[in-house]
């Protein structure tokens, strides 16, 4: 069993290792906390529980099943993977569920490596990253509207995005604090610009629970290479989205079903790297 003593200081990434950060970073997370709803809270349990005894009854599930997956929900609680584990299998349902009457720019699932607070810039941000950073310059703007186009002063446009190897920092060990997450504030003509590089796809640690779980089920366990984004601006409905690369490796086959053709770009080549542009236009709040 792996615990968080366990976890290795240098530079070789575990699974527990980005599952307890992941796990400390969601309980930092501010949640509205509200009177429980019995009413609602008996028909969510209540049809969850129904629909896992289904599967019992319609797979005959045996004693070892039922052992196997007691071992393995206590496996990933105690490495900390429960927010990769739920942002991966069900957070792109609960996200359609939630944006479902949306009119601006469509969104996607948030994920578990998401930290408020980085850098902030006017306008143009060099996102911070490594004097040695591996991968392929890339130059990324666009412009935050209201929905008929207007530009929106102030709003604020956070990106956050994994290295060349696939790696986030502050999830992954020997990556500076801040190494590609930054955030523009928009002046008056809603512009903003980053200049970064572009982003390797994303592997599910394949030494942890979740992992485990995927090759039993004999899936594979990538995303395909993306940029999130946050956007929020005064009396507008913020946006948690995704940007993906056209032709680009399981752009069409994510582990986590967050792709949508909205949200994949479509880059040209620059004088040094590449560029894409790409808008938000936002719905009011
Ligand atoms: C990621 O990088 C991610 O974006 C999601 C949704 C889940 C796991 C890792
Ligand atoms: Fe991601």
Redesign the pocket.
């Known amino acids: 069993m792996t615990t968080t003593a366990d976890v290795d200081p240098g530079t070789n990434p575990t699974a527990a290792g980005s599952g307890q950060n992941a796990t400390a970073t969601f309980a930092r997370k501010e949640r509205a906390a509200g009177p429980v709803d019995h009413g609602r809270a008996a028909l969510l349990i209540g049809d969850t529980l129904a629909a896992i005894h289904e599967v019992v009854r319609r797979h005959q599930v045996t004693y070892a099943e039922y052992d196997a997956l007691k071992s393995w929900l206590i496996t990933v609680g105690e490495t900390g993977e429960w927010p ?1 584990f739920l ?2 299998f069900v957070e792109h349902v609960v996200e359609q569920v939630a944006n479902a009457d949306r009119k601006g720019a469509v969104g996607t ?1 948030e ?3 998401y930290i408020p607070g980085a850098p902030e810039s006017a306008s143009e941000a060099d996102v911070p990253r490594r004097a040695d950073e591996q991968g392929t310059p890339l130059l990324f703007q666009g412009t935050v509207t209201d929905l008929d186009g207007a530009a929106l002063d102030g709003a604020l446009v956070e990106l956050w995005h ?1 290295d060349d190897a696939g790696y ?1 920092s502050q999830f992954a060990p020997g990556i500076p604090e801040w190494n590609l997450r930054a955030q523009i504030r928009t002046g008056t003509d809603g512009h903003f610009l980053f200049r970064t590089i572009a982003p390797a796809p ?1 592997q ?1 640690p394949t030494d942890g629970a979740v992992g485990a779980m995927i090759s039993a089920a004999g899936w594979h366990p990538w ?1 395909p290479a ?1 940029l ?1 984004l946050k956007v929020t601006a005064p009396g507008r409905a913020p946006v948690t989205s ?1 940007l993906y690369f056209t032709g680009g490796e399981y752009v069409d086959d994510d582990v ?1 079903r ?1 792709v949508k053709p909205e949200l994949i770009l479509h880059p040209t080549a620059g004088p040094d790297g590449v560029e894409v542009t790409y808008d938000f236009r936002l719905d009011p709040a």
Request: glycine fraction near 6%; proline fraction near 6%.
């Open positions: 990769l942002d991966v699932i994920g578990p490596y994994a986030y994303y599910v995303r993306h999130h995704q986590a967050a």
